[in-house]
Structure formats: C-alpha cells, structure tokens
C-alpha cells in the first residue's frame, strides 16, 4: 500500500511541475509574440479613463481618442498630422511615447535618431499642442540604427535621462509647462 501512496506522490509532483513549466514557457512566448509583430500604430493610455492616445510608430502622427462606454462621444482627433521626419524614413516602431508624471504630458521620442518632442493634451484638443525639445539628430544619418534611444525618468518629474544604447551616450532631458526651460544636455 505505501508503495501505491508514494508512486501516487511522485506522479502529482511531477505532473504538477510538468504544467508550471508549460505555463511559463507559454507566459514568454505570449510576451514575444507582443513584442516582436510589427506595430505600426499603439494606443497609449492616459490617466483619464476616457482618453487614448494613438500614434503611427513609422511617421509621428498622433491622434487624440475619447470614447465613454455609452457611445455618445467616441471622437478621433488629430494631434499632430504632420509626418515629424521630413526624409519619410518611415521604420515600424521608430516613434514611441513617454508618459510623464503629468497628467496632460507625454514624451514622443524617435528612437531612430534622438529627438524628442514634448506633447500636451487637453481634453479640448484646440489647446493640445506638440514642442520639439531638440530639432537635430543626436547621431549621424550612417548610423541610424532603430531602437537606438530610449529614455528613463528620474525622481524628478521634469528631468528623464536619454540613452544611445549603442555606444552608451547620456543626456539630461528637461521638459516644462513653460515656454522656457525645456533642454537637452550631454551628460559627459
């Protein structure tokens, strides 16, 4: 009988340790099959539940998305419907967006090239509006790789730090309400 108890024993804990490892190994195959498909347009949240914010990862464009779960006011805005690169290199997921700890402020960063843009939604979007933090390429046009730069914030909600994973370079990047003092600054 003991025999039977511990056969019994071992097949549960083998099969119980089978099915987490194929769970697992599942869980990870889910997250790069996300990861990896082409993503030529993304909706970002933002912290008001009935706002979404659509972008067009190869060009910058942006949309401003309400909806309510009553289907009263389901609205498409334009935020920026300009493409933000004037050679169209347009590259799947060249463009993503930061939220910042504002509610009302993104960081829309080309991760191609380095530069970055400050984007402010209202929920008018008449008083929406896009702000180059930095108009020129952080690299040169030979060495455009994509998903070079990604940004990281700080403790400081005005300041997030840019980083060239290729060869390791930092900058400072300080965004504000304000007209002034927005500025990016090499970290030497």
């Known amino acids: 009988m003991k025999k039977y108890v511990i056969t019994a ?3 549960l804990l083998k099969m119980n340790s ?7 190994k599942c869980k990870d ?16 949240p933002t912290k008001n539940m009935s706002y979404f914010i659509k972008l067009n990862t190869r060009t ?3 949309w401003q998305i309400e909806f309510d779960q009553n289907n009263t006011e389901q ?3 334009p935020l920026n419907s300009k493409a933000l690169d004037k050679e169209y290199k347009e590259i799947d997921n ?14 829309l960063l080309d991760q191609l090239v380095g530069k970055i843009w ?3 939604w209202d929920t008018k979007p008449e008083k929406s509006g896009i702000v180059p933090l930095n108009n020129s390429s952080l690299i040169g046009e030979q ?5 070079r730069f990604t940004l990281y914030p700080t403790q400081n909600i005005w300041n997030y730090l840019l980083l060239d994973k290729i060869d390791g370079r930092l900058w400072q990047i300080r965004w504000s309400k304000k007209s002034g003092g927005k500025e990016i600054i090499p970290i030497q």
């Not at 060249?94 to 960081?107: A, G, H, I």
């Not at 060495?143 to 998903?147: D, F, G, L, R, S």
Request: charged share 15%; glycine share 2%; no cysteine.
């Open 9 to 11: 024993i071992i097949i």
């Open 18 to 24: 089978y099915s987490q490892i194929q769970t697992e």
């Open 29 to 44: 195959d889910l997250y790069q099959i996300q990861e990896n498909y082409i993503k030529t347009y993304r909706i970002f």
């Open 60 to 62: 910058g464009e942006m």
């Open 75 to 77: 609205l498409e805005t």
């Open 94 to 107: 060249r463009f993503t967006l930061y939220p910042t700890q504002n509610n009302w402020t993104f960081l």
């Open 118 to 120: 400050q984007l402010n």
């Open 143 to 147: 060495n455009e790789i994509a998903n």
